[in-house]
């Protein structure tokens, strides 16, 4: 029997062609991929596509998109050995973190995977990202497990965890970085996995958190900012979480006014998570006196979790309708792999 793949395809550059009227890039239909890559077919593996209704630009998704991506993989888990998902580059670290948080005890390989320019372009490095992609997500070790049974990001020549990722750069082909965790696999002649690096694979049984809760919001500090600018953030209808990012390990002005408007926000129940604007480093609340007061007030240091995985956690832990009290719990443990220890 055939190893078999499921790619499912929501859009981005590689599926993109450009429209004659505007010359603005535009998703086309699927099939439109397929026809690029009869390499694919070549691979002795049976692949099959399933195709968003309408294909995206991933500035377009949305909690709803991330509810398809894992709806499928959910009714397919049994027939396909691993899942390819076709991309924007945009936004995937956002929905590989969200997608990392959603699918528990993953036994499968999730593979994001897009491209810089589209696939018909002449030298595109959406060919090769995909090719790669299916490659990955179809490896076994030699007890029959998958090689990666977790969500990742296959981009250029790295394989790096999905919810440790964050887009670097629009203009070159290595788009991805994950500045905390080493990538899983460097890919160039061969592909070379740090296996030590990997999640092992699950002893419980999968399952699928499809409710998720937005009402999360975002505090970017910056050197001169108002207080009617926190005030606002901080009055959100609804608002549930915030993510604070702050300057360094995780520091931020001490005036009164700041301290006490953070102070009744959590009052009021509000969970605040404290994540560095730093790509590289560590929250280390209580290090410098401008970070002491957040452990008396009871704001939450994020360690080293991206943004994207920060404010997606969020959106899982509040959709599970856990309590504060567990949420915050949840947050001080990583889950998935999305910070160091
Ligand atoms: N704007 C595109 C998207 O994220 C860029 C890309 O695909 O890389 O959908």
């Not at 394989?159 to 788009?175: I, P, S, V, W």
Request: net charge negative.
């Amino acid at each position: 029997m055939k190893t078999r793949i499921l790619l499912i395809y929501t859009g981005g550059t590689i599926g993109m062609a450009y429209d004659r009227l505007t010359n603005a890039l535009i998703p086309v239909d699927f099939h439109h991929i397929d026809d690029q890559i009869p390499e694919l077919k070549r691979l002795n593996l049976e692949i099959d596509c399933y195709s968003f209704d309408v294909p995206i630009d991933s500035s377009n998704i949305s909690t709803e998109h991330w509810v398809e991506i894992a709806t499928v993989i959910e009714e397919n888990y049994y027939s396909y050995e691993g899942f390819v998902i076709l991309h924007g580059s945009d936004t995937m670290a956002f929905s590989a973190s969200a997608l990392s948080f959603m699918l528990e005890n993953l036994g499968k390989p999730v593979v994001f995977t897009g491209s810089q320019l589209p696939i018909g372009q002449i030298r595109t490095d959406g060919k090769e990202n995909l090719i790669t992609a299916v490659e990955i997500a179809a490896l076994k070790n030699d007890d029959g497990t998958p090689k990666v049974p977790e969500v990742c990001i296959l981009f250029e020549d790295g394989l790096y965890r999905g919810n440790r990722t964050h887009k670097k750069n629009a203009e070159y082909f290595e788009a991805f970085d994950s500045p905390n965790y080493r990538p899983l696999a460097k890919v160039g002649i061969g592909i070379n996995f740090n296996q030590s690096q990997i999640l092992k694979y699950p002893d419980k049984a999968f399952q699928v958190h499809k409710e998720l809760d937005p009402n999360v919001h975002v505090l970017h500090l910056y050197p001169g900012i108002r207080p009617q600018a926190v005030e606002a953030i901080l009055k959100t209808t609804n608002l549930k979480a915030l993510v604070l990012l702050t300057y360094g390990a995780g520091n931020a002005t001490t005036d009164v006014w700041f301290l006490e408007m953070l102070n009744a926000a959590i009052e009021n129940g509000i969970i605040i998570l404290n994540v560095t604007q730093c790509e590289i480093g560590s929250v280390k609340q209580g290090l410098y006196e401008t970070s002491s007061a957040f452990n008396r007030l009871g704001v939450i240091g994020g360690n080293d979790i991206t943004f994207e995985a920060a404010i997606t956690k969020l959106m899982v832990l509040l959709g599970c309708g856990f309590s504060r009290e567990e949420i915050i719990e949840y947050l001080k443990i990583s889950l998935r792999g999305e910070f160091t220890l």
